[in-house]
Each structure stands twice: as structure tokens, then as C-alpha cells.
């Protein structure tokens, strides 16, 4: 599951380094939790809950099943 995690945040960094920030994967729990560190513009950002929730995890949530949410650690 890691790998399609991966891949599925490969496909939403463009956009965040478009706006200086960045996304690192930092684990999979076993309960499909996807933990990440918002990086760059991103970290400290207001709207980085925002974009957590409506961007990155409904991404992830859409192309990997099984992850049941996104949290940033």
C-alpha cells in the first residue's frame, strides 16, 4: 500500500511546489492511516488543513483502497 500512496502523492506535489510547499510520506498505519509532513510554504501555512483534507487526502482516499484518512504529523 506504501508504494500507491506514493505514487498517489507524486500526483499532487506539482501543485504544492507550485506554491513553494512540498508533502513527505512518513507512514502507513495498519489502520489505513496515511501520516504526512507538510513541508516548505506548506508548514505553518493557514490553509494547510485545508489543503491537507480537500486536496491531499481526497486524492490519496480516491486512488488507494483501503486508506481510510490523511494526518499530518
Known amino acids: 500500500m506504501r508504494e500507491k500512496v506514493q505514487a498517489a502523492l507524486d500526483k499532487v506535489r506539482?501543485?504544492?511546489q507550485a506554491?513553494?510547499?512540498d508533502v513527505e510520506l512518513v507512514d502507513v498505519t495498519p489502520q489505513g492511516i496515511v501520516q504526512v509532513r507538510l513541508k516548505g510554504a506548506c508548514h505553518g501555512c493557514p490553509m494547510s488543513q485545508m489543503t491537507l483534507k480537500s486536496?491531499?487526502?481526497r486524492v490519496v482516499m480516491k486512488l488507494v483502497p483501503g486508506v481510510k484518512g490523511v494526518e499530518a504529523v
Open 14 to 16: 506539482p501543485t504544492l
Open 19 to 21: 506554491d513553494g510547499g
Open 55 to 57: 486536496g491531499i487526502e
